[in-house]
T-cell receptor, first 116, second 114 residues
Framework: AQSVAQPEDQVNVAEGNPLTVKCTYSVSGNPYLFWYVQYPNRGLQFLLKYITGDNLVKGSYGFEAEFNKSQTSFHLKKPSALVSDSALYFCAVRQTYNNAGNMLTFGGGTRLMVKP | DSGVTQTPKHLITATGQRVTLRCSPRSGDLSVYWYQQSLDQGLQFLIQYYNGEERAKGNILERFSAQQFPDLHSELNLSSLELGDSALYFC?????????????FGEGSWLTVV
C-alpha cells in the first residue's frame, strides 16, 4: 500500500526567508508525487508534480520540490516566503492501483504560517 | 479556477436524510474522483470513474453511491446521513486514468449534518 507522511503539522517562517515543507513517501514501484495547496475555504490547487526526469521540479508561485529516491522524500521549497503563501499544503503520491485505478493518497497536511 | 465545478457549495441537512452532490469535470477530462475531507480523517479517496465506468473504490460507505453520466458529469449520493458525515466533499478530474496525469480539484461541497 502507498502512504505519505508529512511530519510537521505546522511550519512557521518569516517573510523573505526560505521555506521547506517536508514529505516522505512509501510506495512499491515508481512513485508519482504531487504537491497541492489549500487556501481557507477554497479547494485544492495543484502546485507541481514529479513523474520522472530531473529531481528538481519547478511549479507554480515560485515553489519547487526535490525528489530524493534514496531518502524517499519530496520536500517542497521556496527561496523567499511571502505572507500570501500561508496556507495548508498537502503532499500526495499516486500509483496504479491493481491496474484498475490510480488514486491519490494524501499526507495529513502541513500548515504554513508566514509572518511579516 | 481549476475548471471543475461542484454544486451546491454549502448544504445543511438533518440526520437520516439523503443528498446529492454534483460535479462537472474540466472540459475534456474523462476521469472523475470523489474525496472526503474531514478534520479527523483528513483527505480520503472515495471513488473514481472513468468514462462512465467505476474504476476504483476507496473508503466509501455503503450508504454512499456515485455515478458518472454519458455527458461525463458525476453525482455523489449520500443517504441515511449521520453527524459524522459532515465534511467537505471534493470532486476532481483528470484527462485520462493514467497515473502521470494531474488531478484537478473543485472547490468542494460543504456538507453539514445536524
Amino acid at each position: 500500500a502507498q502512504s505519505v507522511a508529512q511530519p510537521e503539522d505546522q511550519v512557521n517562517v518569516a517573510e523573505g526567508n526560505p521555506l521547506t515543507v517536508k514529505c516522505t513517501y512509501s510506495v512499491s514501484g515508481n512513485p508519482y508525487l504531487f504537491w497541492y495547496v489549500q487556501y481557507p475555504n477554497r479547494g485544492l490547487q495543484f502546485l507541481l508534480k514529479y513523474i520522472t526526469g530531473d529531481n528538481l521540479v519547478k511549479g507554480s508561485y515560485g515553489f519547487e520540490a526535490e525528489f530524493n529516491k534514496s531518502q524517499t522524500s519530496f520536500h517542497l521549497k521556496k527561496p523567499s516566503a511571502l505572507v500570501s503563501d500561508s496556507a495548508l499544503y498537502f503532499c500526495a503520491v499516486r500509483q496504479t492501483y491493481n491496474n484498475a485505478g490510480n488514486m491519490l493518497t494524501f499526507g495529513g497536511g502541513t500548515r504554513l504560517m508566514v509572518k511579516p | 479556477d481549476s475548471g471543475v465545478t461542484q454544486t451546491p457549495k454549502h448544504l445543511i441537512t438533518a440526520t437520516g436524510q439523503r443528498v446529492t452532490l454534483r460535479c462537472s469535470p474540466r472540459s475534456g477530462d474523462l476521469s472523475v474522483y470523489w474525496y472526503q475531507q474531514s478534520l479527523d480523517q483528513g483527505l480520503q479517496f472515495l471513488i473514481q470513474y472513468y468514462n462512465g465506468e467505476e474504476r476504483a473504490k476507496g473508503n466509501i460507505l455503503e450508504r454512499f453511491s456515485a455515478q458518472q453520466f454519458p455527458d461525463l458529469h458525476s453525482e455523489l449520493n449520500l443517504s441515511s446521513l449521520e453527524l459524522g458525515d459532515s465534511a467537505l466533499y471534493f470532486c476532481a478530474s483528470s484527462v485520462t486514468a493514467d497515473s502521470g496525469n494531474t488531478i484537478y480539484f473543485g472547490e468542494g461541497s460543504w456538507l453539514t449534518v445536524v
